[in-house]
């Protein structure tokens, strides 16, 4: 990947550690989840199938173990 932004949004956007055990608890119930189910006001009713999709996410910030970092954000994907 290649960034275009200056390097002061570095300091703006630092990752914070506190959101590891956030990112991992929600990697544990997608990775243990059959179905997802998303409805909205805005009238949203989405059900999804999880059994057996690969799931990944990260903190922000690269682990000992990681070999990829979602930086900036803290996320947890599933694909589909």
Request: aromatic share 6%; hydrophobic share 40%.
């Given at each position: 990947?290649?960034?275009?932004?200056?390097?002061?949004?570095?300091?703006?956007?630092?990752?914070?550690?506190?959101?590891?055990?956030?990112?991992?608890r929600a990697l544990?119930?997608?990775?243990?989840?059959?179905?997802?189910?998303?409805?909205?006001?805005?009238?949203?009713?989405?059900?999804?199938?999880?059994?057996?999709?690969?799931?990944?996410?990260?903190?922000?910030?690269?682990?000992?173990?990681?070999?990829?970092?979602?930086?900036?954000?803290a996320c947890a994907?599933?694909?589909?």
């Open positions: 990947m290649v960034s275009n932004e200056h390097p002061e949004i570095l300091k703006r956007c630092m990752p914070d550690p506190a959101l590891q055990p956030v990112v991992d544990s119930r997608l990775t243990t989840a059959r179905h997802m189910h998303v409805l909205s006001d805005a009238g949203t009713n989405l059900r999804i199938d999880l059994h057996n999709a690969p799931v990944r996410g990260g903190a922000g910030f690269l682990q000992p173990k990681d070999k990829v970092a979602y930086w900036q954000l994907f599933v694909s589909l």
